[in-house]
T-cell receptor, first 116, second 117 residues
Framework: AQSVAQPEDQVNVAEGNPLTVKCTYS??????LFWYVQYPNRGLQFLLK??????LVKGSYGFEAEFNKSQTSFHLKKPSALVSDSALYFC??????????????FGAGTRLAVHP | NAGVTQTPKFQVLKTGQSMTLQCAQD?????MYWYRQDPGMGLRLIYY???????DKGEVPNGYNVSRLNKREFSLRLESAAPSQTSVYFC????????????????FGPGTRLTVT
């Protein structure tokens, strides 16, 4: 079965510094990987996805993610953190329903706290 | 274009009471999902509807039922609420690439915060 792991419950970073939120995956076949963000009292919002091709994927709000097949990782990154980036971040991997439809398997989430 | 809407936003139930959570999407998506979110556990899939007229169990279906009323609406029912069902519930929708189950992003509603006492 497909799965993702987010090894850090919380990441703390100072505003202006680069940030990394880690995700590792376990899949059979080609991985289709996603990052979502959840702001307080809101639903999840799509940030970016990796399907195939370039290992560096660019997404919304200046975020990017690096796919590394040998390390089975898909870490989320941003060169310069903002206080407004403080939120809960979820990594997800696509799995398949019977009948060929998609579903997403989510990690437990990592809380990002950016301090002024 | 409202996206995915959910009602109610908050609900408090007593053990044994029943209720229905409503979800609607206006993006003409085929697939709809119900998740619950609990601290430290991420999102867990309760039920999904791959297309209008079909529903199937996800990871944690016990204690829940669903109805895909039409293409827009997908409701989640708790027949006899239990404290273990205290959670935040999210509805989501998505649209597979034409003809194939291609990778697609899901669009989420704002959530329903349910407390069962």
């Amino acid at each position: 079965a497909q799965s993702v792991a987010q090894p850090e419950d919380q990441v703390n970073v100072a505003e202006g510094n680069p940030l990394t939120v880690k995700c590792t995956y376990s899949v059979s076949g080609n991985p289709y990987l996603f990052w979502y963000v959840q702001y307080p009292n809101r639903g999840l919002q799509f940030l970016l996805k990796y399907i195939t091709g370039d290992n560096l994927v660019k997404g919304s709000y200046g975020f990017e993610a690096e796919f590394n097949k040998s390390q089975t990782s898909f870490h989320l990154k941003k060169p310069s953190a903002l206080v407004s980036d403080s939120a809960l971040y979820f990594c997800a991997v696509r799995d398949m329903f019977s009948g060929g439809y998609n579903k997403l398997i989510f990690g437990a989430g990592t809380r990002l706290a950016v301090h002024p | 274009n409202a996206g995915v809407t959910q009602t109610p936003k908050f609900q408090v139930l007593k053990t044994g009471q029943s209720m229905t959570l409503q979800c609607a999407q206006d993006m003409n998506h085929n697939s709809m999902y119900w998740y619950r979110q609990d601290p430290g556990m991420g999102l867990r899939l309760i039920y999904y509807s791959a297309s209008e007229g079909t529903t199937d169990k996800g990871e944690v279906p016990n204690g829940y039922n669903v109805s895909r009323l039409n293409k827009r609406e997908f409701s989640l029912r708790l027949e006899s609420a239990a404290p273990s069902q205290t959670s935040v519930y999210f509805c989501a929708s998505s649209s597979p690439l034409a003809g194939l189950a291609g990778p697609d992003e899901q669009y989420f509603g704002p959530g329903t915060r349910l407390t069962v006492t």
